[in-house]
């Protein structure tokens, strides 16, 4: 069974930084993972993907030069997905969630299996 807690988010001034953790227990070394976001009053987005190995990343284009994905993979039953926000906006406003999906990297919600709770990142101006 795969478990993914969040943690990290909080309230930061515009231009400020955060950096969000997700620890996944269970078995997910061959899990793609990925950072979603959902806004008040809008949609999930996706924000940012990488590969099993972490070798390869992926960004939305709303966040890429100023979000880095990154997981640390040492440990077999438990690894650790963080999200670096640099320069952040009142539009990165949201609630952020850690996934995590056997196999390839993918940029569709619906394609993942296993969700954490989410943790609130709130920006102002």
């Known amino acids: 069974q795969v478990e993914l807690v969040e943690s990290g988010g909080g309230l930061v001034q515009a231009g400020g930084s955060l950096n969000l953790s997700c620890v996944a227990t269970?078995?997910?070394?061959?899990?793609?993972m990925a950072w979603f976001r959902r806004a008040p009053g809008k949609e999930r987005e996706y924000v940012a993907a990488i590969s099993y190995s972490g070798r390869s990343a992926y960004y939305n284009d709303a966040v890429k030069g100023r979000f880095t994905i990154s997981r640390d993979v040492r440990d077999i039953e438990k690894n650790t997905l963080s999200l670096q926000m640099n320069n952040l906006t009142p539009e990165d406003t949201a609630v952020y969630y850690c996934a995590a999906m056997w196999g390839g990297v993918g940029i569709d919600a619906d394609e993942y299996e296993y969700w954490g709770q989410g943790t609130q990142v709130t920006v102002s101006s």
């Open positions: 269970g078995r997910t070394s061959t899990y793609a």
